[in-house]
């Protein structure tokens, strides 16, 4: 069954139904091969400090979370073919349409919460 959950800042819904991969398989798999995110807004890898776009078809937005969900570092408009650095401070990251961080104004620091059904808070 696949988990989703909602991601807002400041009490605003800024992302839905965000798909949550928090098993070894589903973090490896991630958006490989796909040619969109489809119905999915976005993909939470729970845990992760780094991300490829290896064998990925389109540009993404990367968003580093820390355990409380503060934004500790972003990758934005990642094309296909590249990896991200090790972040150290991360324990998840938001891999959403590339521009999504820039519509969102999200900046290092801005704490986000997830909601709904697959909420990740609750490992």
Not at 2 to 18: D, H, S
Not at 23 to 33: A, N, Y
Not at 35 to 60: A, E, Y
């Given at each position: 069954?696949?988990?989703?959950?909602?991601?807002?800042?400041?009490?605003?819904?800024?992302?839905?139904?965000?798909?949550?991969?928090?098993?070894?398989?589903?973090?490896?798999?991630?958006?490989?091969?796909k040619?969109?995110?489809?119905?999915?807004?976005?993909?939470?890898?729970?845990?992760?400090?780094?991300?490829?776009?290896?064998?990925?078809?389109?540009?993404?937005?990367?968003?580093?979370l820390?355990?409380?969900?503060?934004?500790?570092?972003?990758?934005?408009?990642?094309?296909?073919?590249?990896?991200?650095?090790?972040?150290?401070?991360?324990?998840?990251?938001?891999?959403?349409?590339?521009?999504?961080?820039?519509?969102?104004?999200?900046?290092?620091?801005?704490?986000?919460?997830?909601?709904g059904?697959?909420?990740?808070?609750?490992?």
């Open positions: 069954m696949k988990k989703y959950t909602n991601i807002t800042k400041e009490g605003r819904i800024i992302l839905e139904n965000v798909r949550v991969a928090g098993s070894f398989f589903s973090r490896l798999s991630g958006l490989m091969m040619k969109s995110l489809g119905g999915d807004g976005g993909l939470l890898l729970v845990p992760c400090r780094q991300i490829h776009t290896f064998m990925m078809r389109f540009p993404i937005d990367a968003v580093f820390s355990r409380e969900q503060e934004i500790v570092h972003i990758e934005r408009g990642l094309v296909p073919g590249r990896m991200t650095p090790y972040v150290k401070d991360a324990w998840s990251v938001l891999e959403a349409p590339a521009g999504f961080a820039a519509e969102s104004r999200l900046s290092v620091g801005d704490r986000l919460r997830f909601e059904r697959g909420n990740p808070d609750k490992r």
